[in-house]
């Protein structure tokens, strides 16, 4: 209580970084309460991609999987689906994003 009286400056990054945290928790409650496996495995893609600054991500299915918190199973199952919609190509060790992939 000291600090907050004699430090505002400390104070304020307090609560930036307790607003910043919440904020981050709000967006993944809204995430996984709202959006469809496939959105965020389509948004997961798309980060990566710009990220690499690259058309191919080099990711696997199961890396996809634990970072989505869900089963290779389901998201290879997924990617087969929008592999077929032509949004993107599947290849050993990554994936090839089209420039029609929606999400």
């Not at 690259?54 to 989505?68: D, F, G, P």
């Not at 990617?79 to 420039?99: A, D, F, M, P, T």
Request: include cysteine; charged fraction near 30%; proline fraction near 1%.
């Amino acid at each position: 209580r000291e600090w907050t009286k004699k430090y505002p400056e400390w104070n304020e990054y307090i609560i930036n970084s307790f607003m910043s945290h919440y904020t981050d928790l709000s967006q993944k409650i809204n995430e996984l309460t709202f959006e469809s496996l496939e959105c965020r495995i389509i948004k997961l893609l798309k980060q990566e991609e710009k990220l690499l600054g690259s058309k191919k991500v080099y990711i696997t299915h199961q890396a996809i999987a634990e970072k989505l918190g869900t089963s290779r199973v389901v998201v290879s199952r997924i990617l087969k689906k929008v592999e077929i919609e032509n949004q993107i190509i599947l290849s050993r060790g990554y994936i090839e994003l089209n420039s029609k992939l929606v999400g």
